[in-house]
């Protein structure tokens, strides 16, 4: 956990202390805190997040437009929702503005710690059930296709990791299954998004499910 950098923006002054509390206490590096959308947007551009854990109701602008802002002017922003929401639409609502993941605040604190660590390495983290919700929602995207005139070429490889990715393993599961690095996994993804102008894990999960790559 040590060096990574976290931004926490939470309303509730009690609720926002306390998570930045339990992440230092686990060897984070809370960069910032903040208790509206606007300031949140402002400092991130200074305090250079890794990930930002933002709620949904905030009292200027939503977790949101937060997500979708933060996102915006630095696509390496990991941004992982901590609500108290499980509602379809705010699940939905916050994947396509960019967030990585999406955790209840009634989740164990260990669950949540390991949950910033795993959105900081580009996993898309879910609160059991709603990673179904979210991947049902792209197998019904994907049900309508769209024309590409260009498609990108990708390598045995990095087919082969994307592949992966669609069927929900992790970074460390598909290093272990194909015998490589972390760290070659990660390069291979970076690559892919690249290629494929994708911003995130979550994007590549839709697309990999669009070209039926998620099937045995």
């Known amino acids: 956990m040590t060096g990574i950098r976290v931004m926490v923006v939470d309303d509730h002054p009690m609720w926002r202390e306390a998570v930045a509390r339990d992440l230092a206490e686990a060897g984070y590096e809370v960069v910032a805190t903040a208790g509206e959308g606007r300031k949140a947007v402002r400092i991130a551009a200074a305090a250079r997040p890794q990930v930002a854990v933002v709620d949904l109701q905030l009292p200027d602008i939503s977790g949101v437009q937060v997500a979708r802002s933060l996102v915006a002017a630095d696509p390496s922003v990991r941004v ?6 499980g509602e379809q639409a ?36 879910f609160t059991p059930g709603l990673a179904g919700l979210v991947l049902g929602e792209y197998r019904r995207l994907a049900a309508a296709p769209a024309p590409e005139p260009d498609a990108p070429r990708l390598t045995d490889r990095e087919t ?20 490589l690095s972390h760290r070659t996994v990660q390069n291979h993804v970076q690559n892919t998004l690249g ?8 994007e590549l999960v839709r697309y990999a499910i669009e070209k039926g790559l998620d099937g045995e």
Do not use: P
């Not at 994307?162 to 272990?176: C, D, F, N, P, S």
């Open 80 to 85: 992982l929702v901590l609500s108290a929401s």
């Open 90 to 125: 705010d699940v939905l609502e916050a994947v396509k503005a960019g967030a990585t993941g999406y955790l209840l605040k009634s989740a164990a604190r260990e669950e949540f710690l390991d949950a910033v660590a795993r959105t900081a390495q580009g996993d898309a983290v």
């Open 160 to 179: 082969e990791i994307l592949r992966l990715v669609a069927k929900g393993l992790t970074y460390k599961q598909i290093a272990e299954r194909l015998v």
């Open 195 to 202: 290629k494929l102008q994708l911003h995130n894990r979550v």
